[in-house]
């Protein structure tokens, strides 16, 4: 059973800050690029930003560009999703996905290169 299980999300006023984390279990990321996304209600799933699968490249959304900062712990089976200075529309379900691959070139923050999903965490936005 691999399972990639996100949390850290919740309640948070504009302008303030959340980490979110996503763990793996069943299986060890070190052969997966790691990628978050995103989808609120009535509105596509989109990609927010992506690691490589030993974290020496990163890849973020213009929408959050210099805002969001994301990392892994490969040791830990982890990886995170910094949020700072939030914004309302920055108000989603946040999902993390895994993506097999051979060597630490890059990711990618489209949808279907994926092979596996978590289950999503809450973020809102709100005063």
């Known amino acids: 059973q691999l399972q990639l299980v996100e949390s850290g999300g919740g309640l948070v006023q504009p302008g303030g800050s959340l980490r979110l984390s996503c763990a793996a279990s069943?299986?060890?990321?070190?052969?997966?690029?790691i990628g978050w996304f995103r989808q609120a209600p009535g509105k596509e799933r989109e990609g927010v930003s992506c690691i490589s699968s030993r974290g020496s490249k990163t890849n973020y959304a213009d929408s959050v560009k210099g805002r969001f900062t994301m990392s892994r712990d490969n040791a830990k089976n982890t990886a995170y999703l910094q949020m700072n200075s939030l914004k309302p529309e920055d108000t989603a379900v946040y999902y993390c996905?895994?993506?097999?691959?051979?060597?630490?070139?890059?990711?990618?923050?489209?949808?279907?290169?994926?092979?596996?999903w978590g289950q999503g965490t809450q973020v809102t936005v709100s005063s």
């Open positions: 069943g299986f060890t990321l070190d052969y997966y690029a």
């Open positions: 996905a895994a993506d097999v691959v051979l060597h630490d070139l890059g990711c990618s923050r489209t949808t279907d290169a994926y092979d596996y």
